[in-house]
């Protein structure tokens, strides 16, 4: 068994994260842009997935929320029938319960998060709209809509890595950590270097 700093794989994935966004603004092939533009929503909804994971799962280790240990415990657990939680459950719910706050899902980067999560949504869990057309002596049947892939552009990469980012803020906020603070703390967990 290898064992790592709760921060190591969030480190990975947002390392992994920023990689892609400079890929991106390198590559000339409109295609291979877009192939990697998907790679990078998928990885910035699980960046913040990884990171909401391990801090709730550190944060109820401290005295002031052990508490709260046996329900993140509980919403993680795979060997449950119906599995762990996913991502909008324990973001709608970890909050208010374990910090007493709630995201303004309203408004700002929480809205802007829950827009790319299901932007990557409809990128992952694809289904085919199953659209014909009909052209003179011939109909094509089963199309799917591939707008949301089609409409791409190098722009949605770099703004889903500032998402990510500003998700992991609005969590230290809510969870305590001064303004002042959040940048070290932002670094501790992502592997940013503060400009």
């Known amino acids: 068994m290898n064992l790592s700093s709760p921060n190591r794989m969030v480190w990975t994935y947002f390392r992994t994260l920023r990689r892609s966004v400079q890929r991106i603004a390198e590559m000339e092939d409109p295609t291979d842009q877009k192939d990697e533009i998907v790679l990078a929503l998928v990885m910035a ?49 970890w909050p208010p319960k374990v910090l007493g706050k709630s995201l303004a899902w309203q408004s700002g980067v929480p809205k802007e998060f829950d827009e790319l999560r299901e932007r990557r949504n409809a990128l992952m869990h694809f289904t085919s709209s199953h659209q014909s057309i009909s052209l003179p002596n011939i109909e094509i049947q089963g199309l799917a809509d591939t707008s949301v892939y089609d409409n791409l552009s190098m722009t949605d990469s770099k703004k889903a890595l500032e998402v990510a980012e500003g998700m992991v803020q609005e969590l230290f906020r809510l969870s305590g950590v001064l303004e002042q603070d959040i940048s070290d703390a932002l670094h501790q967990w992502t592997g940013k270097v503060a400009i």
């Open 45 to 93: 909804v699980a960046t913040v997935e990884a990171f909401v994971n391990l801090y709730f799962r550190t944060l109820v280790n401290e005295p002031s929320y052990q508490h709260h240990s046996k329900l993140v415990e509980d919403d993680l657990d795979a060997s449950r029938p119906e599995g762990p939680k996913g991502l909008k459950y324990k973001l709608n719910h």
